[in-house]
């Protein structure tokens, strides 16, 4: 059975190394580490057919931009006759520490407008989400703007390394499930409960 993977992000180069396309990054990650390319476009996404894991995987990033995630993700879940629980999704997350990982496999998205989007449209929150902390360790008075902000020079290298264990979360979640990958990658930071988070 197919695996739907989703990267969530903004198209353009404006938004390319940004926090809120760590989603695409990741997706670019996993492609490249997989040999899988982004070779037509389907449903408003960039799509990617190939094997990850021993398991036949979609790669897809929406075009829509994030707000509106939802209805290429439903239109690609039906034109491949897949259900949401053969959707993963991964995006950032404001509510976590700069690069911590938070696997879940349903619940609300937590103020994020994409995940917002795809729950709506698919019309339940029971699917896999692997959530990529973005929170810095200062107080943010403007969310918009710094997800939007283009990574500084010296954030590239964390980046790397982030989209890098993002790409191993979502491997080892289809070879060996979610109940695994969350104990191996879901870390509790000080002072927050991420079991909420």
Known sequence: M????VGLGNPGNRYETTPHNLGFLTLDRLAEQEGIRFGWREAEARVGRGELGGRAVLLAKPLSYMNRSGGPVKALLRNHALEPRDLLVVYDELALPWTQLRIRERGS???????QSIIEAVGTDEFIRVRMGIQPGHPVSDGAAYV????????????AEFTGRAADAVR????????????????????VDTEEA
């Open 2 to 5: 197919s695996r739907l993977i």
């Open 148 to 159: 939007l902000r283009p990574f500084r020079r010296n954030e590239l290298e964390e980046v």
């Open 109 to 115: 998205a937590a103020g994020h407008k994409g995940v």
């Open 172 to 191: 080892l979640i289809l070879t060996e499930g979610a109940a695994q990958a969350m104990s191996v990658h879901n870390r509790r930071a000080p002072g």
